[in-house]
Nanobody
Framework: QVQLVESGGGLVQPGGSLRLSCAAS????????MGWYRQAPGKQRELVAR???????NYADSVKGRFTISRDNAKNTVYLQMNSLKPEDTAVYYC?????????WGQGTQVTVSS
């Protein structure tokens, strides 16, 4: 069992930055592939970025060059650095841990990009 707690969301102006954190507990963090997803009102949840247990990364096209995912296995934490934020990045951001067939989600943190 893995518990995930996101933090770092908030209100930011367009062009600004935020760093989301996801703290994991309850299992061996390093073996899990970790991801950040987001869900905007009226839209489906979508993958933002993913980092494997071996630290390979991939990103949604909409955030490439602006967002960076990283992990610190010593702190059981995964991060999402978000730069050059746009109003269309507004969503609830969710942390995910998976290693088939196990799949865990955090409760989400709101990110609002608005002037």
């Amino acid at each position: 069992q893995v518990q995930l707690v996101e933090s770092g969301g908030g209100l930011v102006q367009p062009g600004g930055s935020l760093r989301l954190s996801c703290a994991a507990s309850g299992s061996i963090f390093s073996i899990y592939h970790m991801g950040w997803y987001r869900q905007a009102p009226g839209k489906q949840r979508e993958l933002v970025a993913r980092i494997t247990s071996g630290s390979s990364t991939n990103y949604a096209d909409s955030v490439k060059g602006r967002f960076t995912i990283s992990r610190d296995n010593a702190k059981n934490t995964v991060y999402l650095q978000m730069n050059s934020l746009k109003p269309e990045d507004t969503a609830v951001y969710y942390c995910n841990a998976y290693r088939s067939p196990l799949d865990y989600w955090g409760q989400g943190t709101q990110v609002t990009v608005s002037s």
